[in-house]
């Protein structure tokens, strides 16, 4: 980068040639779509046998091409225009200062120099005569200059310095820019094999990290998110953007997108699955570096007169070195294999599209999955799961809520329905050491807030959509906890194996009389043992639970075939019947149980 590189550098160029990567982009966006949400979807429902499954195994591996096509020109388009906006106030800087030796009558040379005529005539003697300045950014260098020009007799050599330096100044600046921006853009190449692999998604992540490095001046230039602001505050944030911006953000913060209440469903899940699939690349990519366990896991030593089962010490110096990492690592991708799984059965079983409204593997795990948009939906039911629930098993929870989407859909009259598997909490994951204890519900309460706030912000239907909150197990403390914090959007709330909500009556709970629906199957030990921790109290009794009668909740049927902690979304059952019935706004058509006769348990 030298002076006639920048005079002639037109930034509409970059930014012309962005437009084009960012149309690419979305053009790889909708042919992503269509062959997940239509072409497939209608295949598999009009087709079968072996031809469809290759088939439709070639035309996933089609979709994620578009996908990396998708995320990778959206970096490229973000990155030209970032290169850009760097680059432009340079040239100003060097338009400015040209203009002013020209006004001057300075002559600029190729290298930046400024000659300056002699003065007018002195006083004292003959004119000062001409001279050149050369530009420095030293600041000791200036200050010589400047004491220099203090006993120059040609007042043109301080006016020619200054100039000078401003020259130098801004071939600096656009050659930091050029040399912090090209070598992201030649980063931002794909492998010629027409295969996306792990490693190839890995490098998607790194690609990003670097792009995003490079950019924070630019990012930082944009309008920003409210501070901890509102669901109503993002999204009015949001809808203030133009295309370029919304870009710009979903390409560099894909994670902060994604985790925005309020935000549209289609503009989370774009974001939240760019995440998804740079990070099953990066964590499949670091498992493939890690030696697996030694096949001698186990050996038998004698310990006193009993033979003992311990781990080989070739097992125990692996686990050392590699178990946490290894194990986190399996864990996390077996989760992340039930999510595209569930991406992967758009279409079966007249599944709908999905959507990925919040993910993150760190820790236990975060993901919020909907079957069906949201935004668009009459009825929205938000399932919070219990103890144990993890990025690992996730699988299962979101299996819950397919069911409940089905049967939901075939009583709501025809108006679309939206289920939605919310792991946004860190759930205890000990059922003796940590579900007794509150502090993971009341931690993760507001989160589950701002969630079904959001879910308002976000809608764009006609009227204000019908919202369940269904909570198993712990997951209705949490929905407890999240009603006496603050405001519950919701209006029914079903509890199924409550062990106790935190509040002792039904109408704390913050939603009309009468909608407060709880399950309790035949051989469900938890409502009974977990009173006692989150049971509320007041001056009917202590630990008062929804399966109590004066909590005042509708007992709902499960059924005969339901029984224990966890079956109250086996198909076919009345249990999960019950529960679509709920979400679809049809209360009147629950089946409840009678209410217990207390004169024959006088008797």
Same mark, same amino acid.
Request: glycine content about 10%; hydrophobic content about 35%; aromatic content about 8%.
């Given at each position: 980068?030298?002076?006639?590189?920048?005079?002639?550098?037109?930034?509409?160029?970059?930014?012309?040639?962005?437009?084009?990567?960012?149309?690419?982009?979305?053009?790889?966006?909708?042919?992503?779509?269509?062959?997940?949400?239509?072409?497939?979807?209608?295949?598999?429902?009009?087709?079968?046998?072996?031809?469809?499954?290759?088939?439709?195994?070639?035309?996933?591996?089609?979709?994620?091409?578009?996908?990396?096509?998708?995320?990778?020109?959206?970096?490229?388009?973000?990155?030209?225009?970032?290169?850009?906006?760097?680059?432009?106030?340079?040239?100003?800087?060097?338009?400015?200062?040209?203009?002013?030796?020209?006004?001057?009558?300075?002559?600029?040379?190729?290298?930046?120099?400024?000659?300056?005529?002699?003065?007018?005539?002195?006083?004292?003697?003959?004119?000062?005569?001409?001279?050149?300045?050369?530009?420095?950014?030293?600041?000791?260098?200036?200050?010589?200059?400047?004491?220099?020009?203090?006993?120059?007799?040609?007042?043109?050599?301080?006016?020619?310095?200054?100039?000078?330096?401003?020259?130098?100044?801004?071939?600096?600046?656009?050659?930091?820019?050029?040399?912090?921006?090209?070598?992201?853009?030649?980063?931002?190449?794909?492998?010629?094999?027409?295969?996306?692999?792990?490693?190839?998604?890995?490098?998607?992540?790194?690609?990003?990290?670097?792009?995003?490095?490079?950019?924070?001046?630019?990012?930082?230039?944009?309008?920003?998110?409210?501070?901890?602001?509102?669901?109503?505050?993002?999204?009015?944030?949001?809808?203030?953007?133009?295309?370029?911006?919304?870009?710009?953000?979903?390409?560099?913060?894909?994670?902060?997108?994604?985790?925005?209440?309020?935000?549209?469903?289609?503009?989370?899940?774009?974001?939240?699955?760019?995440?998804?699939?740079?990070?099953?690349?990066?964590?499949?990519?670091?498992?493939?570096?890690?030696?697996?366990?030694?096949?001698?896991?186990?050996?038998?030593?004698?310990?006193?007169?009993?033979?003992?089962?311990?781990?080989?010490?070739?097992?125990?110096?692996?686990?050392?070195?590699?178990?946490?990492?290894?194990?986190?690592?399996?864990?996390?991708?077996?989760?992340?294999?039930?999510?595209?799984?569930?991406?992967?059965?758009?279409?079966?079983?007249?599944?709908?599209?999905?959507?990925?409204?919040?993910?993150?593997?760190?820790?236990?795990?975060?993901?919020?999955?909907?079957?069906?948009?949201?935004?668009?939906?009459?009825?929205?039911?938000?399932?919070?799961?219990?103890?144990?629930?993890?990025?690992?098993?996730?699988?299962?929870?979101?299996?819950?809520?397919?069911?409940?989407?089905?049967?939901?859909?075939? &009583?709501? $009259? =025809?108006? %679309?329905?939206?289920?939605?598997?919310?792991? #946004?909490? !860190? @759930?205890?994951?000990?059922?003796?050491? /940590?579900?007794?204890?509150?502090?993971? &519900?009341? $931690? =993760?309460? %507001?989160?589950?807030?701002?969630?079904?706030? #959001?879910? !308002? @912000?976000?809608?764009?239907?006609?009227? /204000?959509?019908?919202?369940?909150?269904?909570?198993?197990?712990?997951?209705?403390?949490?929905?407890?906890?999240?009603?006496?914090?603050?405001?519950?959007?919701?209006?029914?709330?079903?509890?199924?194996?409550?062990?106790?909500?935190?509040?002792?009556?039904?109408?704390?709970?913050?939603?009309?009389?009468?909608?407060?629906?709880?399950?309790?199957?035949?051989?469900?030990?938890?409502?009974?043992?977990?009173?006692?921790?989150?049971?509320?109290?007041?001056?009917?009794?202590?630990?008062?639970?929804?399966?109590?009668?004066?909590?005042?909740?509708?007992?709902?049927?499960?059924?005969?075939?339901?029984?224990?902690?966890?079956?109250?979304?086996?198909?076919?059952?009345?249990?999960?019947?019950?529960?679509?019935?709920?979400?679809?706004?049809?209360?009147?058509?629950?089946?409840?149980?009678?209410?217990?006769?207390?004169?024959?348990?006088?008797?």
């Amino acid at each position: 980068m030298d002076i006639e590189a920048l005079k002639t550098f037109k930034p509409h160029e970059f930014e012309e040639a962005a437009t084009g990567y960012r149309s690419a982009s979305d053009m790889a966006s909708q042919a992503k779509d269509a062959l997940e949400q239509r072409i497939t979807a209608q295949m598999q429902k009009a087709l079968k046998g072996k031809a469809l499954e290759a088939a439709v195994t070639q035309l996933r591996e089609v979709a994620k091409d578009f996908h990396y096509v998708q995320v990778e020109c959206g970096l490229v388009g973000t990155a030209l225009n970032a290169f850009a906006a760097d680059v432009r106030p340079a040239q100003k800087k060097l338009e400015q200062a040209l203009s002013e030796a020209a006004e001057r009558k300075f002559t600029v040379g190729a290298d930046g120099s400024v000659s300056y005529p002699a003065a007018g005539e002195n006083p004292g003697g003959s004119p000062p005569g001409p001279g050149s300045a050369s530009g420095t950014l030293s600041e000791q260098a200036r200050a010589i200059q400047r004491q220099a020009g203090n006993f120059d007799p040609n007042p043109n050599y301080a006016l020619a310095q200054d100039i000078a330096n401003r020259i130098a100044e801004a071939v600096r600046e656009a050659t930091e820019a050029d040399q912090k921006w090209a070598p992201q853009l030649r980063a931002l190449k794909a492998d010629d094999d027409l295969v996306v692999s792990d490693e190839d998604w890995a490098d998607v992540g790194k690609d990003a990290q670097g792009v995003s490095g490079a950019g924070r001046h630019y990012l930082d230039s944009l309008p920003q998110p409210p501070k901890d602001g509102s669901p109503q505050a993002n999204a009015d944030w949001w809808k203030g953007l133009d295309a370029d911006q919304r870009a710009a953000w979903v390409s560099l913060r894909p994670d902060a997108v994604g985790g925005l209440d309020g935000l549209p469903a289609t503009t989370r899940d774009e974001a939240n699955r760019a995440v998804f699939d740079e990070q099953r690349g990066t964590y499949q990519t670091k498992l493939n570096g890690i030696p697996g366990p030694p096949a001698n896991e186990w050996t038998w030593i004698t310990a006193g007169m009993y033979p003992a089962k311990v781990h080989t010490d070739e097992w125990m110096e692996w686990d050392r070195k590699h178990g946490d990492e290894y194990r986190h690592l399996k864990s996390s991708l077996h989760g992340m294999e039930s999510i595209q799984k569930r991406f992967d059965s758009t279409g079966l079983n007249d599944l709908p599209e999905a959507y990925l409204l919040g993910f993150s593997p760190e820790g236990n795990g975060r993901a919020i999955v909907a079957n069906g948009n949201p935004d668009t939906a009459v009825h929205q039911a938000v399932y919070v799961p219990g103890t144990t629930s993890n990025l690992e098993g996730i699988g299962g929870d979101i299996g819950r809520m397919e069911n409940v989407w089905r049967t939901a859909t075939d &009583a709501a $009259d =025809g108006k %679309p329905v939206s289920t939605i598997t919310w792991l #946004g909490y !860190d @759930a205890p994951q000990d059922i003796v050491k /940590d579900s007794p204890f509150s502090h993971y &519900a009341n $931690d =993760g309460a %507001p989160a589950f807030n701002r969630f079904m706030d #959001g879910l !308002d @912000a976000s809608h764009t239907g006609d009227s /204000d959509p019908h919202r369940t909150a269904i909570g198993h197990s712990y997951g209705t403390t949490l929905i407890g906890s999240a009603a006496r914090q603050g405001d519950l959007n919701a209006d029914d709330i079903i509890t199924a194996g409550s062990p106790g909500v935190q509040v002792p009556k039904a109408e704390q709970l913050d939603v009309p009389k009468g909608h407060v629906w709880n399950q309790e199957a035949d051989g469900d030990p938890v409502p009974d043992i977990g009173r006692f921790g989150h049971g509320g109290t007041d001056w009917d009794g202590p630990w008062r639970i929804p399966s109590d009668e004066v909590f005042g909740a509708n007992q709902m049927t499960t059924g005969s075939n339901v029984s224990g902690h966890s079956e109250y979304w086996k198909e076919g059952s009345e249990s999960l019947r019950n529960q679509g019935q709920v979400v679809a706004g049809h209360g009147e058509n629950v089946t409840l149980k009678p209410p217990p006769n207390h004169w024959e348990h006088m008797r």
